[in-house]
């Protein structure tokens, strides 16, 4: 009788821990299905990755900040499955301009008009256009995953839109996030368990640890530029260079900005910047402009060059739906004069041509 009463005792007891346990991470789905909605980095979307530190977790499928319902493939992109190897294939690497913040709809993104515009153009030979943009990319992170994407797609032509992102200020520059510490800070903050009892616990182990070490990523101000001037040249260099060496076409983009056009400046802009005023941003926008022009001088990758070609046929401030409330994101107006500019550098590219009639 004791032997049963001792047995159910510990069932009960192992039974009460399953329990809490349940409820504890049914409590934490739940705050997450809220961050979900409220937050680029929610658990759901985002999974940590040690190269490029965060990435969109393949397949998933729900809401977001500013854009709707997205759908992410398999791959990890913002596009439909690629099922089998078109004609032409090009990928789209950026940041969130590119992804399509505040579109809503993932076939109004300029990659998606682009695929129109371009398989019009070249019928009947196929065309598939990938939108590989993430936001909060920095340009060390689109190196990063040209290299992948090249490599394993072995793509025609890559588009290269980064630049906001350079600008921000961080906890550490984006070359230190290879650290142990960081990448520790990093499978925390873009969890890659979806059962969050284990990254409460990871997150508790941390928090130990960068106390014997006096070091917590979550306890220190954004006052490093994530990445400088001269590295922006070097990374974007890098990734031309990678391109042209597998004989795949890189594009760079120039940066647009509506900055000029606000009466007064953002806060929150300034704050993620360091920048005293709108001005100083926007210089530091147009010094980046300047390097990619440079780099196209050298002939290692094509220029399309945004602000300027908008601004020879129309007004720069178009290509934004509110540009006093967010000068960074091209609107649908924008992202459709994005893809046409494209499509004629696409069209009109000796080089892209030439290799296109080879592979036939």
Avoid at 143 to 164: C, E, Q, Y
Avoid at 200 to 206: D, T
Avoid at 224 to 233: I, M, T
Wanted: charged letters at 25%; aromatic letters at 10%.
């Amino acid at each position: 009788m004791r032997r049963r009463r001792r047995i159910f005792t510990i069932f009960a007891f192992i039974f009460g821990i399953a329990v809490a346990l349940c409820i504890s991470e049914m409590i934490l789905q739940s705050f997450n299905a809220k961050q979900h909605k409220s937050s680029w980095f929610a658990l759901d979307k985002i999974m940590y990755d040690p190269e490029l530190f965060w990435k969109f977790r393949p397949g998933f499928k729900g809401p977001s900040v500013q854009s709707g319902d997205i759908s992410i493939n398999s791959d990890g992109f913002r596009a439909r499955p690629l099922i089998s190897r078109p004609d032409l294939l090009i990928f789209c690497l950026g940041d969130s301009c590119t992804f399509g913040i505040g579109i809503p709809a993932e076939e109004n993104t300029y990659p998606a008009i682009l695929e129109r515009m371009l398989s019009q153009a070249m019928s009947p030979k196929t065309v598939r256009v990938i939108n590989a943009g993430c936001p909060g990319y920095s340009s060390l992170q689109g190196l990063r995953l040209a290299s992948r994407i090249v490599d394993r797609f072995k793509p025609d032509v890559v588009t290269i839109f980064f630049g906001w992102n350079d600008r921000w200020l961080d906890l550490v520059a984006d070359h230190d996030k290879d650290s142990v510490a960081y990448q520790e800070y990093a499978q925390i903050r873009y969890g890659d368990d979806r059962i969050r009892l284990f990254n409460l616990l990871r997150s508790a182990k941390y928090d130990i640890i960068s106390a014997l070490r006096g070091e917590n990523y979550f306890k220190i101000k954004y006052i490093v530029r994530r990445v400088s001037a001269e590295e922006y040249r070097q990374n974007l260099t890098k990734t031309a260079e990678y391109c042209t060496k597998h004989n795949v076409r890189p594009i760079l983009c120039a940066i647009p900005s509506a900055l000029r056009f606000g009466r007064k400046p953002i806060p929150v802009l300034l704050k993620l910047s360091g920048a005293k005023s709108k001005d100083e941003l926007d210089s530091s926008i147009e010094e980046l402009n300047h390097i990619l022009r440079s780099i196209a001088v050298t002939g290692i990758a094509a220029l399309v060059d945004i602000p300027k070609e908008v601004e020879k046929s129309d007004h720069l401030e178009t290509l934004f739906t509110n540009p006093s409330q967010d000068p960074i994101h091209p609107g649908i107006k924008g992202h459709q004069s994005i893809a046409k500019l494209l499509a004629e550098k696409i069209l009109s590219d000796g080089k892209i041509n030439q290799q296109n009639n080879q592979d036939e």
